[in-house]
Every structure is written in structure tokens, then in C-alpha cells.
């Protein structure tokens, strides 16, 4: 075992052995058709229906021995495993009406069942070599480049992790240019990984334009092409639960992010996903405690950026009480509190972002507020609606637009004040709060968008949040 990965595979303690150890560089044959194949099969872990062969040729290539072949979930004396998502959780685990075990862990994945087996490609094929391939012509400042640095000589040795902690708005993904530059040069295969399909969606169209030549696909819930055939993969972290050791470059955004650090599958299937001798780059700019006292104990090395790309400090949150605001809110009114801020607002050009705990809190406030801001609408996480929702407020056609949790991060607005209703609320964590926050003065047109709590009394998240964000500010200041 690398024991640059020992710590990772600790914490979840599952059984690696059966990834192939017979994996060989090979070049494959010069079928047009075969290459094609062997683009979508490599680093995979795949299920049967998920082959496109028909049956012959799929018993002929596994006859030939270009496939190993694994149980989807095994049996052991403690009870079940499910070898696609590592779950081994009893309650997780039902049977079909024949009896058949399957896993209810990974089944947004498509079932699993203890019929069927998971498939691995035992070649591996050589991809393009890239020189030049970055076509950003932007410059770096001084703290983006003391990380791109960090990050180009991580993926340059590989076997290595490396925690990027950039404030929001550091500009992490230029940060990334050189090193992913140095990777396509040397043909190496990159992932890009992150929690939610939006910034999935955000960043594809930025590196397909920073990386014009490299072939780049999106792998998400609801992305047409599920291929994951493309030398550079952006993908969220569910999507990995079908890779085996297939990236030579592992880069996992928002690496604190929900669901990453709740769901244990997805750090395993992250890890997996990863080839041993990759180099594992995380970015965040909330680190969870978990990260923080591995950094402490200096076995996760880290490069710090604790200053914006545009050079001005993070917006610091201002706290206003609003005692009365679910009580207004049971009679469709909003505090006077709020009120009065929106009439007095310093800069009302701004758009609005407004943070709420609930779904029916959205959808209350933005009837609520309909009166006096007629361009605004809600979103939520299961809103059908809500990429176009978002696209258009940041085109602007919208005035207001109130969310729940879910744009806490990865997006990015130019020019918003960002309020939140009731930040008191157990949904406002610190992190979250840090990261709410950091949606303000995202441009440098306009660095300054003002950030308000309103609250029904002061939380341990409220005032930790704000000691972080000053804290960061200072050291910004060093910069
Ligand atoms: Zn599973």
C-alpha cells in the first residue's frame, strides 16, 4: 500500500485488494471502434447493462481476459457489502421479491443486486499529450501563484494529497491552469470532482474555454452524456462511484461540502477513483476539523490563500436583530427590521440574494416581498427550474432571488448584497455562514456587497463565522 494514502484508507477501513493489480499499460489496438470502447471501459467499474456490447462480444472480450470480474455485493459473516459504494450498513441493504440482496446506498446509481457483478477493464489506454494546452491568458497574483505553484509540482511527483484553503473568491479554478497545463503535456488523466451539478455546470463552459484542444465532460444526475469516456472529467462525486483507478490527477472541490464529509461512500469512491500514484489536490475554503487537525499534525500538507484575486478583503457580516420574524411571518408580514433595511439599502442598484432555512421560508418571503420587488423568484434544491432560475438572475433579469442552502456555494453573482432571514437557524452552520458570506463582493467592479444576519439571537456558527472571516482578512493583509 502507498503510504502517502495509508491515513485516507484508515478512516474507512475497506477492502482495496480487489482493484486489479494486473492493470497494464497497453496500447490498444488502432480500431477506431475499439479505441472508442476502451476510452469508455477504462477505469471503470461497470455493471453488465451498462456495457454497450451484445452478448457475443461481450463474452468473447471476457473470455480473452480484458475484464475482471467482481461480485456487486458480498456476503460475509457480519452481513453485506456492496463493492460499488463500500456500504455495509444492515438497514441500507433489501431484498428484491426473488430474494436478491441489493444496496439502497448507491441505488441513484442504478440496482445492485448480489446477482449481478461488476466489471473492470484490465487495459488501460494512452491518452493524448497536450503541450501548450492552456490557452488562459490571464495573470495570476501573488498568492494565486505561490498555490498554482504548490499544486503544479504536486501533480508533477503524484503520490501525494495537498489542501488548498483559498478564502471564496481567491480564484481557485485559474490556481489550477499550470498544473492541469503540466499534466495534459504529460498525458496524464485529470478529475475535477464536486458536490453539486450547478457548479458542475459552472466550470465546464470556463475550462472548456481555458483548455479549448483537451477533451472535458460534465457527469452529472441530469447530464445527457454519462460516457465518462474523456480524458478530463468534471463530474459530481456520486458519478465516481463508477470509476476504479482511472485519474492520474484527482482534484476534489468544496472538499468539505454536504454530502462529501456526511456520506462515506463518496470519499471512498473519490479515493478509489484515484490512481495510487495520483496526486489528490483538495480545495476549500471552510476546512472541516477533521482536515484542520490533520494539518495540524502536519500529515495533509497545505498552501494557504487568504486573499482575494482582486486584492480587497472579504465582506464581514453585520448582525441585526429581527426577534419578531417568524412571528410576522406566521401573518405573511416581514419584520420591520427587514423592511427598514431594504428602504435605507446604501447601494440599491445591487441585486439580492436572500438566504432562508426552509423551502416554505422561500417560498412565503418571496410572495412576501413580490409587492415591492416584482422581479424576484425562489430556489430550491428539488425546484425543476433551478438552473435556468439561476442563469437568469445572473443575467440579471431578476431582481431578488431568494434560496435555501444550496447556493451557499460555487456560485458566482457580480454584483449582490446577501441577506439572511433567521441565520440563527441550525441549517446556518459556520461553514455555511463563511461561505454565504463570501457571495458578496465577488467583482472587482464591485468588492464590496454588504452581508446581513438577520437573527433571533446571537449563535456560537454567527460569531465564529465572522472571528473567521476577520481572521482571514488579516492574514490577507500580509499578502
Ligand atoms: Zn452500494
Known sequence: MNKKFSCFQELFSYDYSWIPSTLEK????????????????????LLRNEIPLDDESFQQMESSD????????????????CRRCGNRKGHLFASLPDGAVYCR?????????????????????????????????????????????????AIDKGSLRLLVWAVCGAGKTEM??????????????????????DVVQELLPRFRSAFP???????????????????????????????????????????????????????????????????????????????????????????????????HPLPVPQFITAFDFRKTLKHRELS??????????????????IFVPTIEDAVIVTEILADSIPSITSVHASDPERSQKIQFFRNKSYEALVTTTILERGVTFPSVDVLVFDSGHQVFDQAA???????????PDDPDGEVIFFHQGKTEAMVKAVETIRKMNKLGRRV
Not at 132 to 139: F, I
Not at 336 to 351: F, M, S, Y
Open 105 to 153: 446506498n448507491c441505488i441513484m446509481m442504478g440496482r445492485i443486486s448480489e446477482k449481478e457483478h461488476l466489471y473492470a477493464y484490465r487495459l488501460d489506454v494512452q491518452w493524448p499529450k497536450h503541450i501548450g494546452a492552456c490557452q488562459w491568458n490571464g495573470v495570476l497574483t501573488t498568492a494565486q501563484q505561490h498555490a498554482s505553484n504548490q499544486i503544479l509540482s
Open 433 to 443: 455562514l463563511i461561505q454565504i458570506a463570501g457571495r458578496a463582493g465577488r467583482s
Open 176 to 197: 489550477l491552469f499550470p498544473g492541469l497545463n503540466l499534466a495534459f503535456a504529460q498525458g496524464k488523466r485529470v478529475c475535477l470532482a464536486t458536490p453539486r451539478a
Open 213 to 311: 484542444h483537451v477533451e472535458i465532460q460534465a457527469l452529472h444526475g441530469a447530464s445527457n452524456d454519462k460516457s465518462g469516456s474523456a480524458q478530463f472529467i468534471i463530474a459530481t462525486t456520486h458519478q465516481l462511484l463508477r470509476f476504479g483507478r482511472a485519474f492520474d490527477v484527482m482534484v476534489i472541490d468544496e472538499i468539505d461540502a454536504f454530502p462529501f464529509h456526511k456520506d462515506k461512500s463518496l470519499p471512498y469512491a473519490a479515493d478509489r477513483a484515484a490512481r495510487k500514484t495520483a496526486a489528490l489536490i483538495y480545495l476549500t475554503a471552510t476546512p472541516r476539523p477533521k482536515h484542520e487537525r490533520e494539518i495540524a499534525r502536519k500529515r495533509l500538507p497545505v498552501v494557504f490563500v487568504p486573499r482575494r484575486f482582486h486584492g
Open 26 to 45: 497497453a496500447t490498444p489496438p488502432p480500431d477506431p471502434l475499439h479505441d472508442h470502447l476502451s476510452a469508455f471501459m477504462t477505469g471503470k467499474l
Open 66 to 81: 480484458l475484464l475482471a470480474t467482481i461480485p456487486a455485493i458480498e456476503k460475509h459473516p457480519w452481513g453485506y457489502k
Open 336 to 353: 420591520p427590521k427587514i423592511l427598514h433595511w431594504l428602504r435605507k439599502r446604501v447601494k440599491a442598484d445591487r441585486q439580492l440574494l
